[in-house]
């Protein structure tokens, strides 16, 4: 990439990390770099309890620690549940237009995609539930990337209903859940649907760790669990004890920073309401650091990297339902953002 282009589309934040997680990780490199004592049974270990005391206190869940399984991502563990739980041929219903490397997930393993459309509804997104006949799975993405809405618990609680009655699998990505704006509150699924859930989940997002490599799946689904533990016990790999580590700090610690830096990002995302050029359509995301900006015509992020200088997600990567917008990562200094907008008033 030219070095005159701010890079504004990976989902990463250009914000530093929070200190409990630095202070965490220096711990660890100056003292013991050994087995961890919880490597053989990952569920007895600190990642779970933290997982555990993380949902009540922020989101009023109460999870089983013994239910949750570690992997290194998101992908990871999306891709090997549909190993375990799901055969090629099996349809897999998923909002859209939808996280990338999701689709290409899909694709890859002869998963066939059943869309549940959002459709723009004034200054937010609507969905109408479709016949899921066919499907095995619900793969449920909320706080939504890239719209970034938060489902109510109304739609939520038809989207269980549709489950039961179709006999479905959720794998419910709740990656964002931690970057939810008031009045917005975060649902956990599993408080909905308990028995049919398994839960994606990770402190990299919110913490701006995703180069840590750490992820868990709560399995609240009998069946996926019983699976899983019939697999070898190190083929899926597992976090190091520096992901284990940072995580855990994260959770435990790390509420100040975060509480700080998700002031700044709603400064941010309203910002981009204020200021950003009128060829561009807006709806303030309820959670996320992403804006999903309606650009008018397929293949304006290379208009607009060529011509602005900023390079952004070309939406036709997300799927049906991406092709006139692109995605911009709001996650970085207000001095930058500005620049950002300013440039974007060339086009």
């Known amino acids: 990439m030219d070095p005159g282009v701010i890079p504004a589309w990976v989902a990463d934040m250009d914000l530093p990390t929070a200190p409990a997680v630095t202070e965490a990780l220096a711990r660890r490199t100056a003292g013991d770099l050994g087995y961890p004592a919880w490597l053989l049974d990952p569920s ?5 309890e933290a997982f555990a005391e993380r949902m009540s206190a922020r989101h009023g869940w109460d999870p089983d620690p013994t239910h949750v399984r570690p992997f290194n991502d998101l992908n990871q563990a999306l891709q090997v549940l549909l190993q375990i739980g799901t055969r090629p041929g099996d349809g897999v219903a998923l909002h859209v237009p939808a996280y990338h490397p999701f689709l290409t997930t899909l694709e890859v393993m002869d998963r066939p995609l059943h869309p549940i459309r959002l459709e723009p509804d004034g200054d937010t997104w609507r ?9 095995r799975v619900l793969l449920l993405v909320n706080p939504h990337n890239p719209t970034g809405r938060v489902f109510t618990r109304a739609e939520l609680t038809a989207l269980a209903e ?26 956990p699924f ?45 083929v899926y790999g597992s976090p190091s004890v520096f992901g284990v580590d940072a995580t855990v700090a994260a959770w435990r610690h790390g509420d ?12 941010n995302r309203r910002t981009i309401a204020a200021r950003l050029p009128e060829t561009f359509g807006y709806r303030l995301p309820e959670a996320t650091y992403l804006a999903w900006l309606e650009a008018g015509r397929p293949g304006m992020a290379e208009v607009i990297e060529r011509e602005a200088r900023v390079r952004l997600n070309d939406g ?3 799927g049906p339902g991406g092709e006139h917008y692109v995605r911009l990562n709001f996650a970085t200094t ?8 300013t440039r974007l008033t060339v086009l």
Not at 217 to 234: C, N, S
Not at 256 to 267: G, K, M, S
């Open 44 to 48: 007895a270990g600190p990642l779970a």
């Open 162 to 187: 549709c489950a039961e009655r179709h006999d479905l699998l959720v794998i419910a990505d709740e990656i964002h859940a931690d970057l939810v704006y008031a009045p917005h509150h975060h649902i």
């Open 316 to 318: 036709a990567g997300f």
């Open 190 to 234: 599993a408080t909905i649907l308990p028995d049919r859930t398994v839960t994606l989940t990770s402190a990299t997002k919110a913490f701006n760790l995703g180069g840590i490599r750490c992820s868990v799946a709560h399995l609240g689904h009998a069946g996926v669990r019983a699976a899983l533990e019939a697999q070898p016990p190190f």
């Open 334 to 341: 207000e001095a930058i953002l500005a620049e950002i907008l």
């Open 256 to 267: 100040a920073w975060l509480a700080e830096t998700l002031a700044l990002l709603d400064r």
């Open 127 to 135: 969905f109408e539930v479709p016949d899921l006949s066919g499907c």
